[in-house]
Antibody
């Protein structure tokens, strides 16, 4: 069965960077892309971007364009999302989601979420 | 950027009753519209994609309709496990693939 297991929670200071991992199993990793979506406390869902696990092509929301990098490691079937220059309003649960259908960018399977707390 | 607007923000319905949730796009997204359910402390769960196609394992009481800019999620007979927050998302035009702000479905 498809499983996405994310790394554990992080506490970071303003200005620092965080790198969240999403390890996939139960399917052919390179056949599906991964989206990243975040949710601030008590708030709605916010789409951050998408990466193809086939060729590493990315598509980022303009809001995060200058601060985010998404990468893949096909040897370990893991996707990474790095967010730099953290601010207090980056405090959120970060989710990865696998494409339901190839290259659809519709997250049909989700990780459990990773809480990133930004605080001085 | 396409703006997705959901209404109402909160919907109070009794178990066994029908619930109708709305989602409007600021410009046409064709049928490239998904609905998600989220319960407290859990990741979102895909319910509907292509505006009206149920994802695998989703009960038939969930149905989606609409195209262009107006969409509806209907839950025909509410069960206790259906009380949650529901989000729509367009995937027609990126970046970004925008979400609506959510509708909280609560027990009346």
């Amino acid at each position: 069965q498809v499983q996405l297991v994310q790394s554990g929670g992080e506490v970071k200071k303003p200005g620092a960077s965080v790198k969240v991992s999403c390890k996939a199993s139960g399917y052919t990793f390179t056949n599906y892309g991964i989206s990243w979506v975040r949710q601030a406390p008590g708030q709605g869902l916010e789409w951050m971007g998408w990466i193809s696990a086939y060729n590493g092509n990315t598509n980022y929301a303009q809001k995060f364009q200058d601060r985010v990098t998404m990468t893949t490691d096909t040897s370990t079937s893991t996707v990474y999302m790095e967010l730099r220059s953290l601010r207090s309003d980056d405090t959120a649960v970060y989710y990865c989601g696998r494409d339901l259908i190839q290259v659809s960018a519709i997250p049909g399977y989700w990780g459990q979420g990773t809480l990133v707390t930004v605080s001085s | 950027e396409i703006v997705m607007t959901q209404s109402p923000a909160t919907l109070s319905v009794s178990p066994g009753e029908r619930a109708t949730l709305s989602c409007r796009a600021s410009q046409s997204v064709s049928s490239d519209l998904a609905w998600y359910q989220q319960k407290p402390g859990q990741a979102p769960r895909l319910l509907i994609y292509g505006a009206s196609t149920r994802a695998t394992g989703i009960p038939a009481r969930f149905s989606g309709s609409g195209s262009g800019t107006e969409f509806t999620l209907t839950i025909s007979s509410l069960q206790s496990e259906d009380f949650a927050v529901y989000y729509c998302q367009q995937y027609n035009n990126w970046p970004p693939y925008t979400f609506g702000q959510g509708t909280k479905l609560e027990i009346k």
